[in-house]
């Protein structure tokens, strides 16, 4: 029995080395997204997967936003293609 666990430490050393360097790592990141697209409003802007930039226009639900991509192009996309969002500052 002691031969055998000695046999499997190295296992669970590199099991308890992959979490720490890459699946908790991950999973925090992917947090941090949900929550930055869960708080996108409107006014806000905002950068796409796809490298599209605009500005939000209304959120529609809990999954889509309209942007406007240039004067009088407005599209709708799907909450989490959003990469990237800059808070513009309404206080002024």
């Known amino acids: 029995m002691e031969q055998m ?14 979490y720490f360097l890459l699946i908790r790592p991950q999973q925090r ?10 708080a996108v409003q409107r006014g806000d802007k905002i950068v796409s997967s796809g490298g599209v930039r ?15 991509i ?5 599209v709708v996309m799907i909450k989490s293609t959003i990469s ?3 808070k513009v500052n309404t206080s002024q």
């Not at 240039?70 to 407005?74: P, R």
């Open 5 to 18: 666990l000695i046999q499997l430490m190295p296992l669970f050393l590199i099991f308890a080395i992959f």
């Open 54 to 68: 605009g500005k939000v226009i209304r959120v529609i639900g809990d999954t889509d936003v309209e942007v406007e």
């Open 84 to 86: 990237e969002v800059e």
């Open 70 to 74: 240039s004067s009088g192009v407005n």
């Open 29 to 38: 990141r992917a947090k941090e997204h949900r929550e930055m697209v869960a």
